[in-house]
């Protein structure tokens, strides 16, 4: 195992056990402060590292208002007008599965006989030693948990079909980890870079990299930017996206078992992080999870982007919303709604203390939702992971402590 002084990042990681807990009792959605998205992201830091993160932190801001911008001018006249709110909030649906505290009503097991093909990976693909790189694709049978979204959500054809990128060794199968990119960050050769999944390719795991709907491939013949249809067509909508990406993902594990992968297990980005976190409450087949920088409360999210915030709350007084009446629409799919089926000693949390894209508080929420698993902290923002080498260190150490490091 690496020496403490070589994976602890300059956060006060050791320490930050000691921090009081924020995580509300159940239900979460009506338990959790209104103004939550307005509280500070603080940490007992050096001045140095102090300096290091306010500065991260001012360009994420940057970035927000920038990405905000552009959800508020394509996505939110869609979703978050008042007419489309009273529709999704008259919805009992959703609700009632969250209610229920029970993950396997929502997001029921996908059918287990679905023809995977397999093709040659497109341009700029990697190229592994001692193994191949493949592009899966299959038709998803996924329809609309509720069936009034049926024609709309299925009329998106290029959605219909699921990607991933998978590279394996000849000499397998081997422990997989599988790879979740964040919104709008979907194409192969980013995640593998940002994530050196090559270093871990060549410490003998295989690797799978999964597209998120609406994205990539997956985006519609129109859609101005890669991930617009997913927040763009309200609330009901937004829910039944996040159940067919944990549905079309379950199909790709479907697939590695065939192929005799015994362990598995995911780790992903921003709205890949959340993905993540979510699955681990849903698929008890899953060896491990590691959202790096996750958002766990998709409405608290949007109010503190702004200029989307200010969009969305306008809609919210017009339709006569609450916050918690927004949060519970969405908890169906929320991590924070379902306890994990990984156990705590195989989950992990990354996050960045100047991240204003996904902030910090959100990665907290769920460690004290998870039991206060083991959880680093780096000095940098969203896109900006400071640091970044001991935090891939401590990952790659974690996989050893878990056993689910390929045998040499």
């Not at 065939?258 to 899953?286: H, P």
């Not at 200010?310 to 929320?334: E, N, P």
Request: glycine fraction near 6%; include cysteine; charge should be positive.
């Amino acid at each position: 195992m690496d020496n403490a002084s070589d994976i602890i990042s300059r956060v006060a990681n050791e320490t930050y056990s000691a921090t009081r807990c924020t995580m509300p009792e159940q239900p979460w959605w009506d338990n959790l402060e209104a103004n939550f998205y307005k509280f500070p992201d603080d940490f007992a830091l050096d001045s140095k590292t102090q300096a290091v993160v306010e500065g991260t932190a001012y360009a994420d801001l940057a970035l927000r208002t920038a990405a905000a911008s552009l959800v508020s001018a394509t996505a939110l006249p869609l979703s978050a007008n008042p007419f489309q709110l009273r529709k999704d909030l008259e919805e009992p649906m959703y609700r009632e599965f969250a209610n229920q505290g029970d993950s396997r009503l929502f997001f029921q097991d996908p059918p287990s006989k679905v023809k995977i093909r397999e093709a040659e990976p497109s341009f700029l693909h990697f190229a592994p030693t001692a193994g191949e790189c493949k592009l899966l694709s299959f038709k998803s049978p996924f329809e609309p948990v509720n069936f009034k979204l049926r024609d709309r959500y299925l009329r998106h054809k290029e959605n219909r079909i699921a990607w991933a990128q998978y590279w394996h060794h000849k000499r397998g199968p081997r422990p997989t980890i599988c790879v979740i990119h964040g919104f709008m960050a979907d194409p192969y050769w980013l995640n593998r870079a940002f994530l050196a999944l090559p270093w871990f390719y060549k410490q003998g795991y295989d690797i799978l990299l999964y597209t998120l709907p609406f994205h990539g491939r997956r985006q519609w013949k129109y859609s101005p930017f890669s991930g617009h249809g997913y927040f763009s067509w309200g609330m009901s909508h937004i829910n039944e996206t996040v159940a067919h990406s944990v549905h079309d993902f379950r199909i790709f594990m479907n697939y590695l078992e065939s192929r005799g992968v015994e362990k598995m297990g995911v780790t992903g980005i921003s709205l890949g992080g959340y993905t993540s976190a979510l699955l681990a409450a849903v698929e008890e087949r899953l060896y491990f999870s590691i959202p790096n920088v996750p958002v766990v409360s998709v409405f608290d999210l949007m109010l503190q982007w702004e200029p989307a915030g200010t969009v969305i709350r306008a809609g919210m007084r017009m339709s006569g919303a609450s916050v918690q009446d927004g949060r519970h629409m969405l908890a169906v799919h929320c991590p924070l709604t379902y306890p994990s089926k990984i156990p705590k000693e195989r989950l992990m949390i990354i996050g960045g203390a100047g991240d204003r894209l996904a902030p910090p508080k959100h990665a907290r929420l769920l460690w004290d939702h998870w039991g206060r698993p083991r959880i680093h902290w780096f000095p940098g923002n969203h896109l900006l992971h400071l640091d970044q080498g001991r935090y891939l260190k401590e990952m790659a150490s974690f996989l050893r402590e878990i056993d689910f490091a390929p045998k040499r």
